[in-house]
């Protein structure tokens, strides 16, 4: 009865049942299982690990128990432990599908993704047919940038499986690396007519709009993404990303802000809002945002650039800081190896904001010479910086306030 009401997604029901069940037959191996699934449900993961691990305990050789337990270690995101239970499921029985395809989900998030695809290939050596595992190569494949065996791989996933809402997204997902974002779109819509209310496709969506400057469609998306999912922090990065694209400041900060309170550990919500502020001429908001990011990824060039700018060329005296700038702006070059062109026409803003204007001269000429034809717009300001730095002068932005 209580897997009836598990069948049915009555999950009280349910769990009153498989306790009774344990209760009644505490070596029940397949009452502990089948609590587990409710327990899970509930997000109660230890809970449910535990429940397993005494179904293993009695019955030492209960392969779905193994199963169950490493998808519960997956939902805790320790892959570790995740792995050395589909290792054990797949000794027991080495033709089980599911231990090779859950072993090479655990591999996919440690992005070790040779072994993960080794893992789909020997799920799919035992059943060909087995839909989940071509969906997981898939995936594989997109991580490695592999764009055509990625929608290879997904479309026999939906063939197999007529259709289903995640293969298509995700192959939507593989259309939008591709930059072929008109069949990315047909993907999503075919996602959202399967599930109206599929949060993902419309935020994806949004996502291909964007990037074919259909602002407003976008727009439009992502609201829909909000209404349906509140709590969707990418959702809101996204619309701010865009009506930041539309130069609509004050409503991207206003999205960015509600982004970081959703998800207050990501880097690259405080760059972008540091560069709304920057772009109202706000250098002293923009400069606490660059720290919070520099703070959580070290590692980010393109926020140690920004930062060495502001430093070097804001119109706020009490803001500027040669030394500094110079600093910040050898952290971006040395990140970047020392070939991006932007990060050298910051550090050339550094030095003659430091008084080394001879430097500065040098540096605008490398930054010249590294920049691309096609950046043809940029030159002229370029040009002007470096004939500034030869007449002894900084640059400093204009004051717009």
């Known amino acids: 009865r209580g897997r009836f009401w598990l069948k049915e997604a009555v999950w009280y029901k349910a769990f009153d049942d498989f306790n009774q069940a344990i209760k009644l037959n505490p070596k029940n191996i397949y009452a502990w299982g089948n609590r587990s699934l409710v327990r899970r449900h509930r997000r109660q993961f230890d809970e449910a690990i535990a429940d397993l691990s005494e179904a293993i305990r009695v019955d030492p050789a209960y392969v779905w128990a193994y199963i169950e337990r490493g998808r519960a270690w997956l939902d805790k995101?320790?892959?570790?432990?995740?792995?050395?239970?589909?290792?054990?499921?797949?000794k027991l029985d080495p033709k089980h599908v599911y231990a090779y395809n859950n072993r090479g989900i655990a591999w996919r998030y440690k992005r070790d993704y040779d072994k993960a695809l080794a893992d789909f290939d020997a799920a799919l050596r035992v059943d060909p047919k087995f839909s989940p595992a071509h969906h997981g190569r898939g995936l594989v494949w997109k991580e490695k940038r592999e764009y055509d065996k990625a929608v290879a791989d997904l479309t026999e996933a939906i063939r197999l499986n007529s259709g289903g809402t995640d293969a298509i997204n995700d192959r939507g997902r593989v259309w939008l690396d591709k930059q072929d974002y008109d069949k990315a779109i047909d993907d999503?819509?075919?996602?959202?007519?399967?599930?109206?209310?599929?949060?993902?496709?419309?935020?994806?969506?949004?996502?291909a709009h964007q990037r074919k400057r259909e602002y407003e469609a976008a727009i439009a998306d992502y609201d829909e993404a909000i209404r349906l999912n509140p709590s969707y922090a990418l959702a809101y990065e996204n619309r701010a990303l865009t009506r930041h694209a539309q130069r609509n400041y004050d409503q991207a900060i206003s999205d960015y802000d509600e982004a970081v309170r959703l998800n207050p550990r990501k880097p690259v919500v405080y760059y972008h809002r540091s560069r709304a502020w920057h772009e109202k001429h706000d250098d002293e908001k923009a400069l606490a945002n660059l720290g919070d990011s520099l703070r959580l990824e070290p590692r980010a060039s393109e926020a140690w650039n920004l930062r060495a700018w502001l430093r070097a060329t804001s119109p706020s005296d009490t803001l500027r800081n040669g030394p500094l700038a110079l600093d910040d702006a050898r952290r971006a070059c040395d990140l970047s190896f020392w070939r991006n062109w932007v990060y050298l026409d910051t550090l050339a803003a550094a030095y003659a904001e430091a008084g080394d204007f001879a430097a500065a001269v040098r540096w605008q000429v490398r930054a010249l010479e590294f920049m691309p034809d096609h950046e043809h717009v940029e030159y002229a300001g370029m040009q002007s910086r470096l004939e500034l730095y030869r007449s002894g002068r900084p640059y400093r932005e204009p004051n717009s306030r």
């Open 77 to 90: 995101q320790d892959y570790d432990r995740a792995i050395a239970d589909f290792d054990a499921a797949a």
């Open 188 to 207: 999503f819509d075919a996602a959202l007519r399967l599930d109206p209310a599929y949060v993902y496709a419309y935020n994806n969506r949004g996502l």
